[in-house]
């Protein structure tokens, strides 16, 4: 059983409403499980901003989820007043992380629902966004679910993946991307190990990824980044399975930055190279990956992540925040609706077809 | 001009004896430059202990000189008494390391010089036992030199170097092996740039690596190391060269652990990979790498090394100290004797006559 990252604690037995958030706490991680149970619309806020709940299907759930919160106790005489709310809350809410677009998607298909609906009393919308915050989480559990039930047909049983970052059940409302065919796996008996990059310089790997298979009682060993190649060299490792943040019609995949060399260490030791992710990642306006841009990042968490200046001062510092990994280097992409292999493109305009992308 | 890690301060002009030893104190970097000046065999002992002085090269000279410390003061009635003295200095320096081999190859050296020279009055074997740990400092600073002007052939005005961990002037006398060609090109104006890697899990590269090459004014760039693959992707990087612990006589090589990744890289992207290195440290007796013994090191490292827990407390964690880049990644091996290419062993074997290895 994997953890709900995001869920609601009905207010009272039987009541088609929602009383309070419950989610992980995951800047308390991995030192300890903490949930945060709230309905106050500005400790939402606060959570999404800090980094409490992360991940963008993760903070697309939780906000969708907030909004219902954040108008509940909303006394409204007509219903034109509480779509003024909910595009009130939902404005409030997009504030938090200006940058993550899961996020605007997640309250955009909220107002959309609200005003697709607005012949509904009050109360009676109030419970249909209740259900459409719930279909969202639903839909990202079940397409977790699908990746991970697609990507275990390529596992054999007592394999050990590596992976790299949180592509994991931390990342969505539950399963993961990457680490999804590793809980199904977990689930039918297969005994698979996982290996866990650390991730510099956030360090995904080893506070998240680490934790969340630890609690769901798999064998997960953590490893500085620059130990992946002597691992693989010692034949320890039958598959690499990672996440992905934008995939171009081509294949090449934006990722975590140290993707793209796991992929190369995995092309020269002959050990499959997978990417997981869901259908909403592929940008198939991109012909390939050179094209999506990549964000840099500050040079305080390289050289002062640790409350310690672990560099000189004034050193020089690079830190690219992804890295596009080429489609010639991975050997399958595995999305909700099914495996696709090299070329890449065929598959991807049959799952997506053209205009809806 | 490098910095001179461990010197002498003469006790007086024109003095034959040193007064004190003075030793860049590593631990306080990259924070502050303090030199710890000291003739007091225990301060000398503790800094040698607790890696004040680092590095086989620098330890080894630290520990002789810390010998000519420890027998300056004594009142040797005869010779003979003195000797005693030196065994038991030597012996004490010894325990401070236990695992050094540079440690013992020094102090036995010295040890050798003094019974060598028995027919000497006590004053005049204290300053031939002087003459002797300038001459190891002297010979090894020479030795990094000569790979210098060998490694600096290699380059081209403007090239970029991607190094790993620190083979530098802080782990030897002056000047380092890796980083030694930079340090002649910089003489030479050839306007060499760095990237280092940062070098989990004890970040030699960014505290020491970018600290000294600052320092020197040579343009260095600190990256974590899942970086590299980017920045070499990127075309950012003309050469590798990292230092070698211990290279077999078919030139495999083990070194810090993520060199043989970077070896990887390297190849994937076409760009020379370079292992400099004095002869010492072939060990010919070895017909190739997979004999090298690997130390695995304390997961505290890993997942503790910044005061604060960066993974679940009970997680596996595998650290292994060390890794065997194999000799065909290695584009050329370069020691005070010269540059050897495939096949290395012929070179090797040219450079150490049989039997002195």
């Not at 709310?85 to 605007?104: C, G, I």
């Not at 360090?203 to 298979?213: D, I, K, N, V, Y």
């Not at 294949?251 to 930055?257: E, L, S, V």
Request: with cysteine; glycine share 8%; hydrophobic share 45%.
């Amino acid at each position: 059983m994997t953890l709900r990252t995001v869920e609601w604690m009905s207010k009272k037995e039987h009541s088609p409403l929602p009383g309070t958030i419950r989610m992980v706490d995951q800047t308390r991680l991995p030192e300890e499980l903490v949930f945060l149970e709230t309905s106050d619309i500005q400790e939402i806020w606060a959570a999404i901003k800090v980094l409490k709940v992360r991940g963008a299907p993760a903070i697309g759930v939780a906000a969708a989820m907030g909004l219902v919160a954040g108008i509940q106790e909303f006394d409204a005489p007509a219903t034109a007043a509480l779509l003024d709310q909910v595009d009130e809350v939902a404005d409030y809410l997009a504030s938090s992380r200006p940058t993550a677009v899961n996020l605007f998607w997640a309250l955009n298909r909220m107002k959309r629902t609200a005003r697709a609906n607005a012949a509904l009393a009050p109360t009676a919308l109030k419970e249909r966004l209740a259900k459409e915050a719930m279909a969202i989480r639903d839909e990202d559990a079940a397409m977790c679910r699908a990746i991970g039930e697609h990507g275990v047909t390529l596992l054999k049983p007592g394999q050990t993946i590596l992976t790299h970052c949180n592509a994991g059940g931390l990342a969505t409302a539950e399963w993961g991307t990457a680490l999804a065919p590793v809980y199904v796996a977990q689930e039918r008996g297969m005994d698979v190990k996982v290996f866990s990059d650390e991730t510099r310089p956030l360090l995904q790997g080893s506070r998240l990824t680490a934790w969340e298979l630890g609690q769901a009682g798999i064998d997960v060993t953590v490893i500085c980044d620059n130990m992946a190649a002597k691992v693989m060299q010692e034949g320890r490792i039958d598959a690499v399975m990672v996440g992905a943040d934008r995939i171009a019609a081509n294949g090449d995949a934006a990722n975590k930055i140290g993707t793209y060399g796991v992929a190369v260490l995995a092309h020269a030791h002959h050990i499959p190279f997978y990417v997981l992710a869901p259908t909403s990642t592929l940008d198939l306006s991109l012909d390939h990956g050179d094209k999506i841009p990549i964000e840099e990042r500050g040079r305080d968490e390289v050289i002062n992540g640790f409350g310690r200046l672990t560099a000189p001062e004034n050193a020089q510092v690079y830190s690219p925040a992804f890295d596009v990994t080429p489609a010639r280097l991975i050997t399958a992409i595995i999305t909700e609706q099914g495996i696709a292999r090299p070329p890449f493109e065929e598959t991807f305009r049959a799952w997506i077809p053209s205009g809806e992308a």
